[in-house]
């Protein structure tokens, strides 16, 4: 079925033939050109993801709350998540990550020596595995998995039992339950923090409209019991950010925009395709057919008779099957009496088309962005699932990969993320000399001759 001649679009003898895809003028540029190849793209600005420390005094009032400002406008998760969408491959590197951090799964271990080395031995304790599940602690866990990958911060919010309120019951007054909070919606309070102490509160709200903020009192290590409920904040600690986490792939923010900006650009050129003709006729012309018809000119007359030529050239133009390989369209020009031409009718002149060209480079500049991506995440090439010069990492690769991974990569965020709920278990459980903790298994995985992978937890060996 063939598609219909669009409406022309124009104003001023400049139009569009959409069925053509040709470009209209009524009077010739000084050189033919792609229109599409001038246009100027800015790049958005990348200053908001960046941390920027306030000084003393400088600080977010809100009400009777001061509060320490996340990123110079304090929506530094909010404009950081807006990038990360823009990005085709970010997600799926970090969800690689997440699913790497989970691994294996956790357990309950105690600390013993054995041959002059302390080891973990992994334990069943019903009491503790029966508290975990009554505030669902595999749910909270992975939203602080995902919270510490995506901005490697992490707050908790550690709610007492009800004994608490009775001064009958202290002595069984324990943390009855962790409660994920967004890392997103926390906020540092600015009291204490030039003196390098730890905030007294902290602050959930939205804070692209701050109409409602709670305010919570931080957890007290010394008297863990001080609050009803208090947060528990985590971070990964980052040079030159002293309140908040940073993810280590916030250097490469302009390469994000640059990223969506050439998927943008692929997008456009494969629904609005470059114009092909550059149609030009002279102001001689539509002077000479005003002046023999009687038509005043730039009037509805010639104006209309303008669109029904425009309509057939479009028409003449339009090719699904190249119909039009064996028509001529003709013009007449007429010369000065020095000889040069003058031109009195039509002209049209194939552009040139440097699409292939400009696709072929911004994909090759795609591929070392994707690269950039992957060195700055910290995940092996192998882990993300992308290509390397044109093909996948091998079976071996990815083992190796993997293990190398885990052994390094993965330890420091499970202390830190299950920093919490240790906490909490410290507080419950620990009775002299029993003194378990929560982890998070350490898989590694090993290569047999018949080609089978196995896994093993090196805690057992």
Not at 402 to 418: C, D
């Amino acid at each position: 079925m063939k598609r219909s001649p669009g409406i022309i679009q124009g104003e001023n003898h400049v139009a569009i033939l959409p069925g053509s895809q040709a470009l209209y003028s009524s009077t010739a540029p000084v050189s033919l050109y792609n229109p599409r190849e001038s246009v100027s793209v800015h790049p958005a600005s990348f200053a908001s993801y960046f941390s920027q420390e306030p000084f003393e005094g400088e600080y977010l009032q809100i009400g009777s709350y001061r509060i320490v400002p996340n990123g110079p406008d304090n929506l530094f998760p909010l404009n950081f998540k807006h990038l990360i969408d823009s990005n085709d491959k970010l997600h799926s590197m970090l969800r690689q990550k997440i699913d790497l951090m989970m691994t294996g799964g956790y357990y309950l271990y105690l600390e013993q020596m054995q041959g002059g080395k302390v080891v973990q031995q992994e334990i069943l304790d019903n009491e503790i595995e029966d508290w975990l599940e009554s505030f669902g602690f595999f749910n909270y866990l992975l939203e602080q998995v995902v919270d510490f990958t995506y901005i490697e911060n992490n707050a908790s919010l550690m709610v007492c039992n009800k004994a608490r309120r009775f001064s009958s019951m202290q002595s069984q007054v324990k943390i009855s339950a962790l409660q994920y909070l967004p890392a997103e919606d926390m906020r540092m309070g600015w009291s204490d923090l030039l003196s390098h102490r730890t905030p007294q509160h902290y602050y959930r709200g939205n804070w692209l409209y701050p109409t409602t903020i709670v305010q919570y009192p931080a957890y007290d290590r010394s008297s863990p019991f001080r609050f009803n409920s208090s947060v528990f904040f985590v971070k990964m600690p980052t040079f030159g950010s002293k309140h908040y986490g940073r993810p280590p792939f916030i250097g490469i923010s302009s390469y994000l925009e640059l990223k969506a900006l050439i998927l943008a650009w692929q997008k456009d050129n494969l629904k609005n395709t470059q114009f092909k003709w550059h149609v030009e006729s002279s102001f001689d012309f539509w002077e000479t057919v005003a002046r023999h018809r009687g038509w005043e000119m730039n009037g509805p007359e010639i104006l209309k008779y303008e669109q029904e030529i425009l309509q057939q050239i479009d028409t003449f133009l339009r090719s699904e099957t190249a119909e039009n390989a064996q028509k001529r369209f003709h013009t007449k020009f007429g010369t000065t009496q020095f000889g040069s031409d003058k031109v009195s009718g039509w002209k049209i002149t194939a552009l040139e088309d440097n699409t292939l060209k400009n696709s072929e480079a911004y994909i090759k500049a795609g591929e070392q962005i994707d690269a950039s991506i992957i060195a700055s995440v910290h995940l092996d090439p192998s882990l993300s699932n992308i290509q390397q010069q044109g093909k996948l990492s091998s079976g071996l690769d990815k083992l190796i990969a993997f293990n190398i991974h885990q052994l390094t990569a993965t330890p420091l965020p499970r202390r830190l993320i299950l920093s919490p709920v240790n906490e909490a278990i410290r507080v419950n459980f620990w009775k002299e000399g029993y003194r378990p903790k929560l982890g998070i298994r350490q898989m590694q995985m090993s290569y047999q001759e018949k080609g089978a992978a196995t896994t093993t937890n090196p805690q057992e060996e």
